[in-house]
T-cell receptor
Framework: DSGVTQTPKHLITATGQRVTLRCSPRSGDLSVYWYQQSLDQGLQFLIQYYNGEERAKGNILERFSAQQFPDLHSELNLSSLELGDSALYFC?????????????FGEGSRLTVL | GNSVTQMEGPVTLSEEAFLTINCTYTATGYPSLFWYVQYPGEGLQLLLKATKADDKGSNKGFEATYRKETTSFHLEKGSVQVSDSAVYFCALSDLGNQFYFGTGTSLTVIP
């Protein structure tokens, strides 16, 4: 158990809909990262937050947004869903600001868009 | 920019065979290097890490040495087991705590 909790574990929805994925980081971790893993794209970095502030953006679509709340949990909002958004979405957290820290991953939220 | 390139898969080995998965990186400064493993149906978990040149990370019989001169961090295991079947990701992190992952290498070990 990594200590990172993601909900829901599975989600099936239709094209055009909007969903919210939730992540609770490990206790004390200030950094939260979101990744998308699909069969043909590998592990794609979406966005990072540190103590409530956006730190870095990766290949995140404009239809996607995220935020980190004062209690440090984070939400990833996916809107106007398309079939190609079907993927496993991982949240990870990290304690350290310096680069020697490691990432702790949740078990992922599997999104299926029909 | 920073990036990681790792050996394409999939890799299939017989039990007790020797494993090498190549990983090279491009980075400015002095990154930390990691190998993560993803077992079927699970999230990624840290396998080993090295934070400076010439450091050797090791765990569960796996080893990797941080080679600055060749910008490499190859993963090795002397004798693989069926339970090692998983996807392996090489990664680096920079001073800004940004993480860069390779594309992953799928390993299947057959009895």
């Amino acid at each position: 158990d990594s200590g990172v909790t993601q909900t829901p574990k599975h989600l099936i929805t239709a094209t055009g809909q909007r969903v919210t994925l939730r992540c609770s980081p490990r206790s004390g971790d200030l950094s939260v990262y979101w990744y998308q893993q699909s069969l043909d794209q590998g592990l794609q970095f979406l966005i990072q937050y540190y103590n409530g502030e956006e730190r870095a953006k990766g290949n995140i679509l404009e239809r996607f947004s995220a935020q980190q709340f004062p209690d440090l949990h984070s939400e990833l909002n996916l809107s106007s869903l398309e079939l190609g958004d079907s993927a496993l979405y991982f949240c990870a957290s990290s304690a350290a600001f310096a680069n020697t820290g490691e990432l702790f991953f949740g078990e992922g939220s599997r999104l299926t868009v029909l | 920019g920073n990036s990681v390139t790792q050996m394409e898969g999939p890799v299939t080995l017989s039990e007790e065979a020797f494993l090498t998965i190549n990983c090279t990186y491009t980075a400015t400064g002095y990154p930390s290097l990691f190998w993560y493993v993803q077992y079927p149906g699970e999230g990624l978990q840290l396998l080993l890490k090295a934070t400076k040149a010439d450091d050797k990370g090791s765990n569960k019989g796996f080893e990797a040495t941080y080679r600055k001169e060749t910008t490499s961090f190859h993963l090795e295991k002397g004798s693989v087991q069926v339970s090692d079947s998983a996807v392996y990701f090489c990664a680096l992190s920079d001073l800004g705590n940004q993480f860069y992952f390779g594309t992953g290498t799928s390993l299947t070990v057959i009895p």
